[in-house]
């Protein structure tokens, strides 16, 4: 699955994509509307279209009867934006970037503003394929652990901040050895996705290397989990969230303290790289594939060498159009000077998606994670 990068402050590159809420309908069917080349779009419609330059495509949306809440799920394959706006066109939700191959999901609650019209277009010379879903809220209900199997959790834990304690819900997908015995301690992974994949819909995420070739029926003998972040979060931003939801599933799961293993690539890469910074004491490795300190700067940390003691595996691809190379050569450049232990694996022809498909399917850093230990 490929992955896009949201930056803020970052510049939007390449073809854009822009949805606009306005218009008011009733009609829940799709239908075409030929004067206006409108479609009615209603609860469970999935449609799948391209557009050249310069055309754009209406969609109108209207689910007033409904106590439940919905997704509006928007697939790009090219750097697009998202407005929402209401009738008066007054903007009610933003992505500001949408880069790359990803997806977009904006939960719509009960009561929220309807009707609303979708305007898709593109700005540039793509003629990329997009996908516009209007799909049922996952419901927060936990499934059970079924050994060989990944299935769908949530997280309930509290979070410190500046001296106060919030509680907060977070999204995963948990996979359990097939040999999984509650009596018994097992190696722990966490996989940190990318941006193209912030939910909240845990389906988006079994396209995404780890969970995906769990589906296609790898078996591994650790416990693995891949929370999913909602829109606006970042994981370089939330080491905090991260230490709390690992010592949840301390506490509900038999991992072994001592084979703790940090992953992520890209976005996950940089969470990777900050959740080690900010609890040292935790991993036994920590692998990053894409990955960065910084976007935008090949500036290592001051405090780099608080994590000489843990072993790495870097991965990263020498046709990245995404996080050059540079990015991350400086971070294991800086970590090898503080007598840091980082093994270093660049693929010299792989673009930015490139790099993880062919790096998390490589047999031989599971051998290399089941070595470590703290």
Known sequence: ??????SRGMLLLGAMLTLVFLMPFSSLTAQQTPESNEQML??????????????????TLNIEDTAEPFDIVLFSTVDSVMN???????????????????????TWEPGDTMPVEIVVYY????TEEYTLSILPTELPISEEPVPGEQVKRWAEF???????????????????????????QYPFILFMHGAGEIGPRLDILKDQVIPK???DGEDYPFIIASPQLNYGQFWDEEPDLVANFIVQ?????????DRIYITGLSLGGSGAWHFA??????????????????????????????VASIPFWVVHGGQDEIVPLAWEQSLVDALTECGGEAQFTIYPDANHDQTFERGFAEPALYAWLLEQHR
Do not use: W
Request: proline residues 7%; charged residues 25%; contains cysteine.
């Open 277 to 306: 910074l900010a609890y040292p004491e935790v991993p036994a490795a920590v692998v990053s594939m894409a990955g960065f300190y910084n976007y935008g700067s090949d500036a290592a940390p001051s405090n780099i060498c608080d």
């Open 84 to 106: 929402i706006s209401d009738g008066e066109g007054l903007r009610i939700r933003t992505v500001n970037y949408m880069r790359g191959y990803g997806y977009e999901v904006f």
């Open 42 to 59: 209603g609860l469970g419609d999935e449609i799948t279209d391209s557009l050249e330059p310069g055309e754009r495509t209406h969609y």
């Open 1 to 6: 699955m490929k992955d896009k990068f949201i």
């Open 213 to 215: 070739l769990i589906e």
């Open 158 to 184: 509290a979070v410190e901040d500046n001296g106060s304690s919030e509680t907060v819900t977070l999204p995963y997908l948990l996979y359990t050895p097939e040999d999984y015995d509650k009596n018994q």
């Open 249 to 257: 599933l301390q506490s509900e799961f038999p991992i072994d303290p």
């Open 123 to 126: 700005i540039g010379n793509s």
